[in-house]
T-cell receptor
């Protein structure tokens, strides 16, 4: 498909377990973002990758969260020792060149539930 | 602290009428604003944007108005259609460079009744 692909679409995990969320951006898009949406809240920025530059991790809520982007394409967001407050929809987005003028194209998200 | 606020969680309008969605922001350094639309179980999709140097941008049935002195923007949809029923998010670029790290509001759920 031509859009941003995220997997899994749903994930239920027990508190304390680690989870990995995957994002396949649109081919050719140099910028990749992770956001999350908690219940009743707006989207919250987590991390931003642009080309080969060091990622901007300023939105990660704790050191339990990390992300990598391999080969400038696929990205994985890892949450270690999950907590109930981590429950949210995690959205990945890519854009052609980065920056706000190049619109973000979002995937359908991964709904994470921590029990 | 909520820097971008959408104070109306929901809005219901009749098909064919105008829908007006509002958004307020707190920081005068914000220099670019965007509206995204989200259907259930899908990611948000870009709708329309406006630079802080303008006060209006129009694209078909969608118009965004920006009032910098009031730190307020609004999205007008005319005429509203049932397919416009979705959650609408207002977003702002914080002005700290061209990074795409947007600050989003909480969203307004629009229902357009046939």
């Amino acid at each position: 498909g031509a859009g941003v692909s995220q997997s899994p679409s749903n994930k239920v995990t027990e508190k304390g377990k680690d989870v990995e969320l995957r994002c396949d951006p649109i081919s050719g898009h140099t910028a990749l973002y992770w956001y999350r949406q908690s219940l009743g809240q707006g989207l919250e920025f987590l991390i931003y990758f642009q080309g080969n530059s060091a990622p901007d991790k300023s939105g990660l809520p704790s050191d339990r969260f990390s992300a990598e982007r391999t080969g400038g394409s696929v990205s994985t967001l890892t949450i270690q020792r999950t907590q109930q407050e981590d429950s949210a929809v995690y959205l990945c987005a890519s854009s052609l060149a980065g920056g706000f003028v190049s619109p973000l194209h979002f995937g359908n998200g991964t709904r994470l539930t921590v029990t | 602290d909520q820097q971008v606020k959408q104070n109306s969680p929901s809005l219901s309008v009749q098909e064919g009428r105008i829908s007006i969605l509002n958004c307020d922001y707190t920081n005068s350094m914000f220099d670019y604003f965007l509206w995204y639309k989200k259907y259930p179980a899908e990611g948000p999709t870009f709708l329309i944007s406006i630079s802080s140097i303008k006060d209006k941008n129009e694209d078909g049935r969608f118009t965004v108005f920006l009032n910098k002195s009031a730190k307020h923007l609004s999205l007008h949809i005319v005429p509203s259609q049932p397919g416009d029923s979705a959650v609408y998010f207002c977003a702002a670029n914080p002005g700290s460079g061209n990074t795409g790290k947007l600050i989003f509001g909480q969203g307004t759920t629009l229902q357009v009744k046939p």
